[in-house]
């Protein structure tokens, strides 16, 4: 049964990467746009998130065609992400610019290397994040991430971006290996944080609306004192990106370490002028402003 989704899947992939990026994308636009029409789920939950965020700001006929463009935008990223899994380093320079790069340039001779921590998002080609070119040459890329539930199509995710040289660590199962990376100094580590984050994650605010956030960024900031970034795949043009490194959050005042609580609020802030730069950019398709689970109480048997 596995085979059955494994070879179509594989051969799907080969198929996108033998083709031109440019037609790639164009492809995975006419795609999102065939999901928006026959996935009536998402849609919902697309118009009802951006309602929430720009309600008051954008006519609903203006949130309509902003949830369009999202689709075909989230078409345009999974299909790019595919062949720029198997473009080479020269490649992906012509089509990604980095910015803010610069600011890790002093750190050629710290010993033992510093490590850095990267809050990022689903924004544009996400998968790129891992193709990030003209970090310090100590640098070691790493990631966590979550295994599909398909074990076929997560050997084959697993297999398309072992090609990018970053390293990744499944959160539930490589929690040892992650803190043996980090002890070893160097390691640049993304942690994604724009998601539901359960009932354990922080209760925060978004767009004005309280969402569960994942406090892992400053947590991990914070346990290994190392700077805390923002960074944000900004989409330029079809098939263009630029990736911007921004300017550490503070994660300590006045000597001591900040609550993670304040650090993710300033994270979030961050997050949220990027989503307002070019909100079709953004992953609206997902429940982020998730209610908090009702506690059902136990009733006394014995009574």
Known sequence: ??????????????????????????????????????DARHRRVAVKNLTGAFGEEKSE???????????????????????????????????????????????????PPQNRVFAIGHFGNFEIYARSAGLPKHARSAATYRALRQPSLNRLHGELRSRSGCLFFERRHDARKLKEAMNQGGL????????????????LPFFGRECSVSAAPAVFALRYNCPLHVVICHRESMARWRIHFQEPIPTHENGKPRESEAIMRDVNVKLEEAIRQDPANWFWVHNRWKPRKKKVKKTDESS
């Open 188 to 203: 640049y580590l993304g942690l994604l944080c724009d998601q539901h984050a359960g009932d354990r994650g922080l209760r």
């Open 1 to 38: 049964m596995e085979s059955l989704l494994y070879f179509p899947a594989r051969l799907l992939v080969w198929l996108a990467q033998l083709l031109p990026l440019g037609i790639v994308a164009r492809i995975g636009r006419l795609v999102g746009r065939l999901v928006y029409l026959v």
């Open 61 to 111: 006929r203006e949130i309509q065609d902003l949830a369009k463009e999202n689709f075909r935008r989230i078409g345009e990223g999974f299909a790019c992400a595919i062949k720029t899994m198997s473009m080479s380093e020269a490649q992906i320079q012509n089509v990604l610019k980095m910015e803010g790069v610069d600011q890790f340039d002093d750190e050629m001779d710290a010993n």
